[in-house]
């Protein structure tokens, strides 16, 4: 059965494009990137209100199920991003009183039921960048919809994904998958030949090697 190489998670801005085309190209894989746009032009009307949030998540999670099952058909795919840390916004999203009860209980049962037809990747990759420097780059790149979300908004999405791999292995076991953590708050990293070099000789090794979670600063 095939299966997808290496899933990049990360908060917004942390480097997860930057990772992605970099592996690609060292490693020859394909790019699956983000889907993250929409005909209804959800992101931007849930960044300006919050009653957008509900149908917004509802349609990430079937867009990241179908691209999953899409790059599933060959070994030859890397991820910016996937349907296993979805849930991670929703839970956000409902404890900020954006999803109603009913509504998040319709997400969950849904999550469940598509997680359910999935096979785990070889690699997650989680990249962790220190929130002043996630802040300085959204400000940085300058799109609107995710200035005006606000830095209150973007401080409670970092909470809550600085516990992605513990949340993700309670979700799916992770008993077959290798995992590692980048730190990528050093905009230096992708400029030290060195550095590079031993981050993609650990890929490698995980990925041929089973190797166990292996962290590294970069």
């Not at 849930?87 to 954006?98: D, R, S």
């Not at 009913?102 to 049962?109: A, E, K, P, V």
């Not at 980048?182 to 590079?196: C, K, Q, S, Y």
Request: hydrophobic share 40%; charged share 25%.
């Amino acid at each position: 059965m095939s299966r997808v190489q290496i899933i990049v998670e990360g908060m917004t801005a942390s480097g997860k494009s930057t990772v992605v085309n970099l592996l690609s190209e060292r490693l020859g894989l394909r790019v699956m990137p983000e889907e993250f746009r929409d005909q209804y032009d959800l992101l931007r009307r849930f960044h300006l209100e919050r009653r957008w949030a509900f149908p917004m998540q509802l349609n990430f999670l079937v867009t990241r199920f179908a691209q999953y099952l899409c790059a599933s058909e060959s070994d030859e795919y890397i991820l910016d991003r996937s349907v296993f840390g979805d849930k991670i916004y929703a839970t956000l999203y409902y404890k900020l009183g954006y999803f109603r009860d009913s509504q998040f209980g319709t997400y969950l049962m849904l999550y469940d039921s598509l997680l359910k037809h999935l096979t785990m990747p070889k690699l997650i990759i989680v990249l962790s960048c220190p929130f002043e420097e996630i802040m300085r780059r959204i400000r940085m790149r300058g799109r609107s919809d995710e200035i005006e979300a606000g830095e209150e908004y973007w401080r409670s999405l970092y909470d809550a994904y600085s516990s992605f791999l513990d949340f993700v292995r309670s979700e799916t076991g992770l008993s077959t998958t290798r995992c590692m953590t980048l730190d990528l708050g050093d905009p230096a990293f992708i400029h030290t030949p060195e550095r590079v070099e031993r981050f993609i000789e650990e890929v490698t090794e995980a990925l041929d090697a089973g190797a166990p979670v292996r962290m590294t600063g970069g």
